[in-house]
């Protein structure tokens, strides 16, 4: 199975800065698209920022300038820097990747979207 594990949530201050990290595990062949979604209370989820396996990068409105996605291949990594943080910014953050695995057989599953389970990032004085 493929797992999605995020780090590096948690309390900042207006201004702070956090970089979170994801790390994927498990029988992959390939990763795509990696990225980062954030979910607040109330909202529906949306799209922080994505990269290409080649790097090249997306950002919304609301992060661009003040965050950089980038990734590791070899690790099968993905990091999420925001800086000068806003109570905005308070959500889940979750990553995701679009990537193709081996079932038990060692047969290639199509391509589809994986989850982590989401770290918490609060942004308050």
């Known amino acids: 199975q493929v797992q999605l594990v995020e780090s590096g949530g948690g309390l900042a201050q207006p201004g702070g800065s956090l970089r979170l990290s994801c790390a994927a595990s498990?029988?992959?062949?390939?990763?795509?698209?990696m990225g980062w979604y954030r979910q607040a209370p109330g909202k529906q989820r949306e799209l922080v920022a994505v990269i290409t396996r080649s790097g090249s990068t997306t950002y919304a409105d609301s992060v661009r300038g003040r965050s950089t996605i980038d990734r590791d291949n070899a690790k099968n990594m993905v990091w999420l820097q925001m800086n000068s943080l806003k109570p905005d910014d308070t959500a889940v953050y979750y990553c995701?990747?679009?990537?193709?695995?081996?079932?038990?057989?060692?047969?290639?599953?199509?391509?589809?979207?994986?989850w982590g389970q989401g770290t918490q990032v609060t942004v308050s004085s």
């Open positions: 995701n990747a679009d990537l193709m695995s081996l079932d038990i057989s060692g047969t290639v599953n199509a391509r589809r979207d994986y």
């Open positions: 498990g029988r992959i062949v390939r990763i795509n698209d």
